[in-house]
C-alpha cells in the first residue's frame, strides 16, 4: 500500500508560467512533508518542506500548501523556468521518534521555452 | 562541506552474485539511509543506521543488508542477484537527531543485474 501518492506521472507547462503538483497521503500520523528534486544521474536534493502546524509554506518561487484535512499537499512554482524541468519527489515521515521519510513515485515536470 | 559520496557509480554483476555498495556521509551526520529507486516505484526505503545501530528497516527480503561503521561510513550488500534488484541505490545522511531533518543524498550506484 502506498502511503505517499503522485498521481501524474508527468507534467508539461510553459515557460513563465505556473506549475503545480501534487501529492496525497494516506497515513494520518505522517506530520512533516519534504518535497525534493532529481536532475538525472544525480541524487535527490532537497527544495522546501512544511511541517504540520503549517498550511503554507513559501521560498522564493516555491510555494508548499498543506491541506490537512483533505491529506493533500501541493507545490507551487512560479514561474517556472526550463531549469526546473526534472522529477519532483514528494515525502512524508511520522511524528513517532525517528521514522523514515516516506516517498511517492514522483513527478517528471517538462518546463517547454 | 563535502557531501555524501557513494562508490561505485556503476556496476554489472549477474544473477547469483553479491554486490557492496559503500557510502560516505557529511562529516558530522551520524544517520545513514538507503533508498532503492526503480522506474515507476519511486524511492523505496531498504534501512536507516544510526550511530552502528540499525534504526529503521523496510520491506525487503534478507539478501538485503546493511552496517555502519564507527566513522559513519556505511556498506550496504546484496547477495544471490536477481534481475529485479537492478536500480539506482542511493545513500542519504542526516544529523539524524530531529524529525524535522532533511536528508542529503548522494548521487547513487546504479546496479545492472544481467
Known amino acids: 500500500d502506498q502511503q505517499v501518492k503522485q498521481n501524474s506521472p508527468s507534467l508539461s507547462v510553459q515557460e513563465g508560467r505556473i506549475s503545480i503538483l501534487n501529492c496525497d497521503y494516506t497515513?494520518?500520523?505522517?506530520?512533516?512533508f519534504l518535497w525534493y528534486k532529481k536532475y538525472p544521474a544525480e541524487g535527490p536534493t532537497f527544495l522546501i518542506s512544511?511541517?504540520?502546524?503549517?498550511d503554507k509554506n513559501e521560498d522564493g518561487r516555491f510555494t508548499v500548501f498543506l491541506n490537512k484535512s483533505a491529506k493533500h499537499l501541493s507545490l507551487h512554482i512560479v514561474p517556472s523556468q526550463p531549469g526546473d524541468s526534472a522529477v519532483y519527489f514528494c515525502?512524508?515521515?511520522?511524528?513517532?521518534?525517528?521514522?523514515?521519510?516516506?516517498f511517492g513515485k514522483g513527478t517528471r515536470l517538462s518546463v517547454i521555452a | 562541506k563535502a557531501g555524501v559520496t557513494q562508490t561505485p557509480r556503476y556496476l554489472i554483476k549477474t544473477r547469483g552474485q553479491q554486490v557492496t555498495l559503500s557510502c560516505s556521509p557529511i562529516?558530522?551526520?551520524?544517520?545513514v539511509s538507503w533508498y532503492q529507486q526503480t522506474p515507476g516505484q519511486g524511492l523505496q526505503f531498504l534501512f536507516e543506521?544510526?550511530?552502528?545501530?540499525?534504526?529503521n528497516k523496510g520491506n525487503f527480503p534478507g539478501r538485503f543488508s546493511g552496517r555502519q561503521f564507527s566513522n559513519s561510513r556505511s556498506e550496504m550488500n546484496v547477495s544471490t542477484l536477481e534481475l529485479g534488484d537492478s536500480a539506482l541505490y542511493l545513500c542519504?545522511?542526516?544529523?539524524?537527531?530531529?524529525?524535522?531533518?532533511?536528508?542529503?543524498f548522494g548521487e547513487g550506484s546504479r546496479l545492472t543485474v544481467l
Open positions: 497515513n494520518s500520523m505522517f506530520d512533516y
Open positions: 542519504a545522511s542526516s544529523l539524524g537527531t530531529q524529525n524535522t531533518g532533511e536528508l542529503f
Open positions: 543506521y544510526f550511530s552502528e545501530t540499525q534504526r
Open positions: 512544511i511541517s504540520s502546524i503549517k
Open positions: 515525502a512524508a515521515r511520522g511524528n513517532s521518534g525517528n521514522t523514515p521519510l516516506v
Open positions: 562529516s558530522g551526520h551520524r544517520s
